[in-house]
């Protein structure tokens, strides 16, 4: 992938957005288990970091992905991964149907104000009893008219406490399994919505997650999201786009905290020495950032084929799957050199051993990307 002059500019714009809005305030943040999403949204809305790809008649900047990457590296960098998380629902994860199968009058509605970071909106798709099997959902939403009646639950929704509208995945007919599914944006300002339980996490503290229950909550059938029964479909296209973000992301991650731990470790002296003047430390810190290299130059190679047009399903299943293991690694290993310092719950390092475990569970655990990858690859039976 090329990066021009402009790609650099953006960068450096993104940075110093991200470091005046967010980076001051996470910490805060972070000991209340929420941040302010729409005051937050606003600011990033008005720096244009919100569509980046979209149509600039529905408010989007009409860039192509390779801006994508950068925000999503820059995400990562930034070092509060509840507020990226956010962010990237935002952006890459329950916006992109909308925009490519919603009807005009949805996008104006709907799109434009969260672009502009007026509205802020989720992606509710997880169920008590269906987790990574999709086709196993049970939210229902049945026709009565011209309204849809939607009754069920939804669970572990990020930004689910101050969502203005879902992409809701729901059942909308009685054909089993990936059939008869329908996306629909979903008012939560709608009765028979309610936010059931704001829920507590291992990390991404500052990100609000919530069960979300339906209680025969009317909205109209006006409110579909592309081809009524084919929501399945549209979905999985969707999860592309939050995949290959999220891998984006920890690379910026894994970056960052290789290059901070260097810098506590040349500062913290052992033995009359620094830490980092120690060749195991500094051969695994190599090794880890030829890892992260290796990831980062399949991301571009992954965003090159995005722009071409391709299907990247197999690039974002094994990106999303390398990513989470690698992230794993990373953190153990930058927590082990801070030694007990690390294990402190105050220290970034803490905060990122904790919030990078949920890549190889969010958004497609790593059982499922070997899954994906074993039919995409004739090894399965």
Same mark, same amino acid.
């Given at each position: 992938?090329?990066?021009?002059?402009?790609?650099?500019?953006?960068?450096?714009?993104?940075?110093?957005?991200?470091?005046?809005?967010?980076?001051?305030?996470?910490?805060?943040?972070?000991?209340?288990?929420?941040?302010?999403?729409?005051?937050?949204?606003?600011?990033?809305?008005?720096?244009?970091?919100?569509?980046?790809?979209?149509?600039?008649?529905?408010?989007?900047?009409?860039?192509?992905?390779?801006?994508?990457?950068?925000?999503?590296?820059?995400?990562?960098?930034?070092?509060?991964?509840?507020?990226?998380?956010?962010?990237?629902?935002?952006?890459?994860?329950?916006?992109?149907?909308?925009?490519?199968?919603?009807?005009?009058?949805?996008?104006?509605?709907?799109?434009?104000?969260?672009?502009?970071?007026?509205?802020? *909106?989720?992606? /509710? #798709?997880?169920?008590? &009893?269906?987790?990574?099997?999709?086709? %196993?959902?049970?939210? $229902?939403?049945?026709?009565?008219?011209?309204?849809?009646?939607?009754?069920?639950?939804?669970?572990?929704?990020?930004?689910?406490?101050?969502?203005?509208?879902?992409?809701?995945?729901?059942?909308?007919?009685?054909?089993?399994?990936?059939?008869?599914?329908?996306?629909?944006?979903?008012?939560?300002?709608?009765?028979?919505?309610?936010?059931?339980?704001?829920?507590?996490?291992?990390?991404?503290?500052?990100?609000?997650?919530?069960?979300?229950?339906?209680?025969?909550?009317?909205?109209?059938?006006?409110?579909?999201?592309?081809?009524?029964?084919?929501?399945?479909?549209?979905?999985?296209?969707?999860?592309?786009?939050?995949?290959?973000?999220? *891998?984006?992301? /920890? #690379?910026?991650?894994? &970056?960052?905290?290789?290059?901070?731990? %260097?810098?506590?470790? $040349?500062?913290?002296?052992?033995?009359?020495?620094?830490?980092?003047?120690?060749?195991?430390?500094?051969?695994?810190?190599?090794?880890?950032?030829?890892?992260?290299?290796?990831?980062?130059?399949?991301?571009?190679?992954?965003?090159?084929?995005?722009?071409?047009?391709?299907?990247?399903?197999?690039?974002?299943?094994?990106?999303?799957?390398?990513?989470?293991?690698?992230?794993?690694?990373?953190?153990?290993?930058?927590?082990?050199?801070?030694?007990?310092?690390?294990?402190?719950?105050?220290?970034?390092?803490?905060?990122?051993?904790?919030?990078?475990?949920?890549?190889?569970?969010?958004?497609?655990?790593?059982?499922?990307?070997?899954?994906?990858?074993?039919?995409?690859?004739?090894?399965?039976?």
């Amino acid at each position: 992938m090329l990066f021009t002059d402009d790609h650099d500019a953006f960068r450096v714009s993104v940075r110093g957005v991200l470091e005046r809005e967010i980076v001051p305030h996470f910490e805060g943040w972070e000991e209340a288990e929420i941040f302010p999403a729409h005051d937050v949204f606003k600011a990033l809305g008005a720096a244009g970091l919100f569509g980046l790809e979209y149509d600039s008649e529905f408010g989007g900047q009409g860039a192509d992905h390779s801006y994508t990457v950068i925000l999503g590296e820059e995400l990562g960098r930034m070092g509060c991964a509840g507020v990226a998380m956010a962010i990237s629902v935002q952006t890459d994860m329950a916006t992109p149907s909308l925009h490519r199968f919603g009807s005009a009058e949805l996008k104006r509605r709907y799109l434009e104000p969260a672009l502009r970071g007026e509205l802020v *909106t989720s992606i /509710a #798709v997880t169920e008590p &009893d269906a987790g990574s099997d999709v086709a %196993a959902i049970r939210t $229902r939403a049945v026709c009565d008219g011209d309204e849809w009646v939607v009754n069920g639950a939804k669970t572990f929704i990020t930004n689910g406490t101050q969502a203005d509208w879902l992409c809701l995945l729901a059942r909308t007919s009685d054909e089993g399994g990936y059939r008869g599914m329908s996306q629909i944006l979903f008012p939560t300002a709608t009765e028979g919505f309610s936010v059931s339980k704001k829920l507590r996490k291992l990390g991404n503290h500052a990100s609000d997650t919530a069960e979300l229950s339906f209680v025969d909550a009317r909205v109209p059938v006006a409110n579909t999201i592309g081809t009524i029964g084919q929501g399945f479909q549209q979905q999985m296209a969707q999860f592309q786009n939050e995949r290959m973000i999220a *891998t984006y992301s /920890a #690379v910026g991650a894994m &970056d960052g905290a290789l290059r901070r731990t %260097a810098d506590y470790l $040349r500062e913290r002296q052992a033995f009359g020495k620094p830490l980092l003047s120690r060749q195991f430390i500094q051969f695994k810190l190599a090794e880890l950032s030829a890892e992260v290299d290796l990831l980062r130059h399949y991301n571009y190679a992954c965003a090159d084929a995005y722009m071409r047009g391709e299907d990247t399903t197999r690039f974002a299943t094994i990106a999303k799957f390398k990513a989470g293991r690698l992230q794993r690694e990373v953190a153990d290993w930058c927590l082990q050199f801070h030694g007990g310092m690390g294990y402190m719950a105050e220290t970034w390092v803490s905060r990122y051993f904790r919030d990078g475990r949920l890549l190889s569970i969010g958004g497609g655990a790593d059982e499922v990307m070997l899954y994906v990858l074993s039919k995409l690859d004739g090894f399965s039976a």
